[in-house]
């Protein structure tokens, strides 16, 4: 229990005595003479206990009640009263006072009150952050499971910042679920109907990664695409993620920075200024500010891109959280490929849990995938990975499931774009089209909407 307490009252004996009871039951003690300094220091996250005199000059307990309450309605305050202000008490209590004591009163009295007061208020305040985080894993978006202190931790700062414009660096291993905490925060954002644009700066090669970003004209290449805006100006009143940030080359940086001081651009394809409100999500498998104290990356940049900072846990170190993320990603495999939700054994869930999972959740995910895709004909090896255990399948029906696999992984990873799906695999369109027929493959369950 939270063990703060605001005391008020007039008095200075009262107010000593009483300060120093309740500071000898480890309680944080805050003493004032008067209503109004004690109104300033009170918000809705407040944690602990009011207690203040009914009878006081300038703003009686009365109208602080009233006005305490109005900051909160649901802070536990308590009412000190002389024998001649019961009816003023009993009115204070319909008001939303959490009890009243009357002069004189035992010390025990005292301390069960504040006692209970302060369990209500706890109360009060874990359920407010349980709605929070209820409300934020709703809806169609991505949702961030488990139950691990730090992931709890995670929700409660991407909960409190979402509708801020404040850009944030998201910092974890490769595989711990970067992607998925930037998406997690636009998608439960006011921004959640604007763009959601990813740029990978590792992924794109250096003399590519600033057309990508500022647009290019049509003579900028040779293979005569036409000119683009970039996606700074695509991802305007969205989310831009940059991820792998601390690949951007040097002069990136510095271009990125000048944009992130104007707040405008000019993109190549329109050779006009154009104001841009943009949130930035970076995402790095390094100490960004470890990097800019060497000068291995842009210091100034490095600010403004850390407004908030959120590190994600490796998966070893939550290993209380991993059956739950296991079953998840079953379930979902299962629903999306239409197979049975395969039921892993004691012995299996034991190597899961001994595994230290180096590819983090990621690797969880495709070892939960695969064994959804080869059903009872394989198990759980010591090293985390699937060994097959029984051959009672047709050569056939091997290069069947494989060829559905590699199918869907195309798919996943292009977001149901065929076209790119068809260039990966190397297929003509008719004969993706047609294995995809065959089996029973739907592009829109791989497509990412927001």
């Given at each position: 229990?939270?063990?703060?307490?605001?005391?008020?009252?007039?008095?200075?004996?009262?107010?000593?005595?009483?300060?120093?009871?309740?500071?000898?039951?480890?309680?944080?003690?805050?003493?004032?003479?008067?209503?109004?300094?004690?109104?300033?220091?009170?918000?809705?996250?407040?944690?602990?206990?009011?207690?203040?005199?009914?009878?006081?000059?300038?703003?009686?307990?009365?109208?602080?009640?009233?006005?305490?309450?109005?900051?909160?309605?649901?802070?536990?305050?308590?009412?000190?009263?002389?024998?001649?202000?019961?009816?003023?008490?009993?009115?204070?209590?319909?008001?939303?006072?959490?009890?009243?004591?009357?002069?004189?009163?035992?010390?025990?009295?005292?301390?069960?009150?504040?006692?209970?007061?302060?369990?209500?208020?706890?109360?009060?305040?874990?359920?407010?952050?349980?709605?929070?985080?209820?409300?934020?894993?709703?809806?169609?978006?991505?949702?961030?499971?488990?139950?691990?202190?730090?992931?709890?931790?995670?929700?409660?700062?991407?909960?409190?910042?979402?509708?801020?414009?404040?850009?944030?660096?998201?910092?974890?291993?490769?595989?711990?679920?970067?992607?998925?905490?930037?998406?997690?925060?636009?998608?439960?954002?006011?921004?959640?109907?604007?763009?959601?644009?990813?740029?990978?700066?590792?992924?794109?090669?250096?003399?590519?990664?600033?057309?990508?970003?500022?647009?290019?004209?049509?003579?900028?290449?040779?293979?005569?695409?036409?000119?683009?805006?970039?996606?700074?100006?695509?991802?305007?009143?969205?989310?831009?993620?940059?991820?792998?940030?601390?690949?951007?080359?040097?002069?990136?940086?510095?271009?990125?920075?000048?944009?992130?001081?104007?707040?405008?651009?000019?993109?190549?394809?329109?050779?006009?200024?154009?104001?841009?409100?943009?949130?930035?999500?970076?995402?790095?498998?390094?100490?960004?500010?470890?990097?800019?104290?060497?000068?291995?990356?842009?210091?100034?940049?490095?600010?403004?891109?850390?407004?908030?900072?959120?590190?994600?846990?490796?998966?070893?170190?939550?290993?209380?959280?991993?059956?739950?993320?296991?079953?998840?990603?079953?379930?979902?495999?299962?629903?999306?490929?239409?197979?049975?939700?395969?039921?892993?054994?004691?012995?299996?869930?034991?190597?899961?849990?001994?595994y230290d999972w180096p590819g983090?959740?990621?690797?969880?995910?495709?070892?939960?995938?695969?064994?959804?895709?080869?059903?009872?004909?394989?198990?759980?090896?010591?090293?985390?990975?699937?060994?097959?255990?029984?051959?009672?399948?047709?050569?056939?029906?091997?290069?069947?499931?494989?060829?559905?696999?590699?199918?869907?992984?195309?798919?996943?990873?292009?977001n149901g774009c065929l076209k790119?799906?068809?260039?990966?695999?190397?297929?003509?369109?008719?004969?993706?089209?047609?294995?995809?027929?065959?089996?029973?493959?739907?592009?829109?369950?791989?497509?990412?909407?927001?």
């Amino acid at each position: 229990m939270n063990k703060h307490v605001i005391f008020i009252d007039d008095e200075k004996p009262i107010r000593d005595a009483l300060g120093q009871t309740l500071e000898l039951e480890d309680y944080d003690v805050s003493l004032f003479s008067s209503a109004k300094p004690a109104l300033d220091t009170i918000d809705n996250h407040y944690t602990g206990v009011i207690i203040s005199d009914i009878n006081m000059p300038g703003i009686d307990g009365l109208t602080f009640l009233k006005r305490a309450l109005a900051i909160d309605p649901e802070l536990s305050i308590i009412l000190l009263t002389g024998h001649g202000d019961i009816t003023m008490a009993v009115d204070a209590m319909r008001i939303g006072a959490y009890d009243f004591l009357e002069k004189p009163f035992s010390t025990e009295t005292l301390l069960d009150v504040v006692k209970r007061a302060g369990d209500k208020r706890e109360l009060i305040l874990e359920n407010r952050e349980l709605r929070r985080e209820l409300e934020a894993q709703s809806g169609p978006g991505p949702r961030i499971l488990g139950s691990n202190p730090q992931i709890k931790q995670l929700r409660r700062i991407l909960s409190h910042i979402k509708d801020t414009a404040a850009n944030v660096i998201i910092q974890g291993e490769n595989g711990t679920g970067k992607e998925l905490v930037a998406r997690f925060l636009h998608d439960h954002s006011a921004r959640q109907n604007k763009p959601f644009i990813t740029i990978n700066c590792n992924a794109i090669p250096q003399t590519m990664i600033e057309s990508e970003l500022f647009g290019f004209e049509s003579s900028t290449f040779s293979s005569g695409q036409k000119k683009r805006s970039g996606k700074l100006a695509h991802a305007n009143g969205g989310t831009l993620f940059l991820n792998e940030i601390e690949s951007m080359p040097a002069p990136l940086q510095e271009k990125l920075l000048r944009v992130l001081e104007n707040r405008n651009v000019e993109p190549s394809a329109i050779n006009q200024m154009m104001d841009l409100d943009i949130r930035f999500v970076s995402a790095t498998k390094k100490d960004l500010k470890v990097m800019s104290e060497r000068g291995e990356f842009n210091q100034d940049l490095y600010y403004r891109l850390n407004v908030v900072s959120v590190n994600l846990p490796p998966l070893r170190d939550r290993k209380d959280d991993l059956l739950i993320l296991f079953q998840n990603f079953t379930r979902t495999a299962s629903t999306r490929y239409g197979i049975e939700h395969p039921v892993i054994s004691p012995e299996q869930q034991t190597k899961l849990l001994e595994y230290d999972w180096p590819g983090n959740v990621r690797e969880l995910r495709n070892l939960a995938e695969r064994l959804v895709l080869m059903g009872d004909t394989v198990s759980l090896s010591n090293e985390g990975e699937i060994s097959d255990e029984q051959f009672n399948l047709t050569l056939s029906d091997r290069v069947n499931r494989f060829e559905f696999t590699l199918l869907c992984d195309a798919l996943k990873r292009h977001n149901g774009c065929l076209k790119e799906a068809q260039e990966e695999l190397g297929l003509a369109r008719k004969t993706l089209y047609d294995k995809m027929k065959k089996h029973g493959i739907d592009k829109y369950d791989f497509k990412v909407t927001h």
